[in-house]
C-alpha cells in the first residue's frame, strides 16, 4: 500500500473521531475526541511529507488533552508560543501558513470556558485547515475539514441556536 493510500486511510479514522466531537455538548468530551483525532490527522501529514502541518497536529493533541482540565491564559499562551516554534521550526512551504493560522486559532478556542465559544474559534481554524488541505490536495482531507465545520454548525445549532432550551443537559 502506498503512503498516500494509508495516508487518506488515516485521515478517514481521523476524520471519524472529529465528526464525533462535535455532537457532544461537554467541552471536555468535544477535546478528547478532538484529541484521538489529531492524533491521526497528524500521521495523515506525516506520511504526506508535511512535517509542519504533522508537528502542529502533535502539539495541538497535547493541547487537547491540557485544555480538559486548565482554561489558564499562561497556559494558552505557552501552547501559542510551542505552536509557532514548531511551526517555524518544519516550515516548508508558504501553504504551511495556513495550517499555523488554523492551529493559533484552535489553540486560542481550545481554552475557552465556554463551550460555545470553543465551537466558534473551532469553525474559524476549520476553515483554515480546509483551505490548507486543498492546497496540498488532499481529498479526504478536505472532506474531513468541509464535514467537521457542517458538523460544527450542527451541534452549535443545536446546543446553543434558538432551539436550545430543548437540547439534553451538559454531561
Known amino acids: 500500500m502506498s503512503d498516500f493510500a494509508l495516508s487518506q486511510i488515516l485521515a478517514g479514522i481521523a476524520f471519524a473521531f472529529g465528526l464525533a466531537s462535535f455532537q457532544f455538548k461537554a467541552r471536555r468530551n468535544v477535546l478528547l475526541c478532538l484529541c484521538v483525532s ?22 495541538t493533541g497535547i493541547r487537547y488533552l491540557v485544555a480538559t482540565i486548565s482554561t489558564d491564559r499562561r497556559v494558552m499562551i505557552f501552547f501559542l508560543l510551542t505552536t509557532c516554534a ?9 501553504v504551511s501558513f495556513l495550517a499555523l493560522v488554523g492551529s493559533l486559532i484552535g489553540t486560542f478556542g481550545s481554552f475557552q470556558p465556554s463551550g460555545q465559544k470553543v465551537r466558534l474559534y473551532f469553525m474559524g481554524g476549520n476553515v483554515a485547515w480546509l483551505v490548507h488541505n486543498a492546497f496540498l490536495w488532499t481529498p479526504v482531507g478536505v472532506a474531513m475539514e468541509s464535514l467537521f465545520l457542517t458538523s460544527s454548525v450542527v451541534g452549535y445549532w443545536r446546543y446553543f441556536g434558538p432551539p436550545a432550551q430543548h437540547a439534553a443537559p451538559e454531561r
Open 38 to 59: 489529531v492524533a491521526f490527522n497528524g500521521a495523515h501529514f506525516f506520511l504526506l511529507d508535511r512535517p509542519g502541518p504533522s508537528t502542529l497536529m502533535l502539539i
Open 86 to 94: 514548531a511551526f517555524f521550526t518544519t516550515f516548508k512551504s508558504p
